[in-house]
């Protein structure tokens, strides 16, 4: 497989990565990132490790760290939110409001027969995402969502709860229709280092997204 590659120095790497490829391998089997770490070496001792998380179904910006010292200095801004994150989704209907933040903790919940999922709830984790409508066609919305967290699913989430309308193609939280994905997008990462440039890197916006009629 071949990762474009978003940003590159001694510490880090930016891939852009492919919307259906999971970080870890799946419980039924199947090919992962994991596979592919030892090729992103390009000659380092070590394979590189991701730093963050995106969901199987959401392309763009994914930060590798190169080596332990760099992977917990990373980590460390991740935590501490001094990371810039904005992705862009593709999200059901259109709105009146065109941007605006959204509040809403959230919980993981589970049952045997539907499997776990995440929803709002007053005693889960609190989670912020501040949002703007970029375009609208055809009764749709390419909506960029900056998350102040990092809570699982948390766009998918607030576009569902906040805004009343889930991401295209969602199959947990919408109706999975219309596209082979959920349409979410990491767009751009910007990670400050003390003594250092930041890391920054944008990922192109993909062919899918072009597909319904958006274009930065």
């Known amino acids: 497989m071949d990762f474009p590659i978003l940003f590159e120095d001694g510490e880090a790497l930016v ?47 994914l930060l590798l760290a190169r080596n332990p010292k760099a992977l917990k200095r990373f980590s460390a801004a991740f935590e501490a939110r001094i990371v810039t994150k904005v992705y862009l989704g593709v999200v059901q209907g259109t709105f009146e409001l065109k941007h605006g933040t959204i509040d809403l903790a959230l919980s993981k919940i589970s049952s045997a027969a539907n499997g776990w999922r995440m929803i709002a709830a007053k005693k889960g984790k ?34 569902l709860e906040g ?18 994905r959920t349409l979410l997008h990491a767009l751009r990462l910007e990670v400050p280092r003390d003594g250092k440039p930041p890391v920054v890197a944008e990922a192109p916006i993909p062919d899918d997204f072009r597909a319904l009629g958006f274009t930065l």
Do not use: M, N
């Open 126 to 159: 609190p989670a912020r995402t501040h949002w703007k409508v970029l375009a609208e066609h055809d009764g749709l919305s390419l909506v960029e969502f900056r998350p102040e967290t990092g809570r699982t699913h948390q766009i998918r989430v607030h576009a």
């Open 163 to 180: 805004l009343g309308q889930p991401l295209v193609g969602d199959p947990v939280y919408g109706d999975g229709d219309g596209t082979g």
């Open 15 to 61: 891939i852009d990565k492919p919307a259906g490829l999971p970080l870890d391998t799946p419980r039924a089997g199947g090919v992962s990132l994991d596979d592919y770490l030892d090729e992103l070496r390009f000659g380092f001792q070590r394979a590189p490790a991701p730093v963050h998380r995106l969901d199987r179904d959401t392309s763009g910006c």
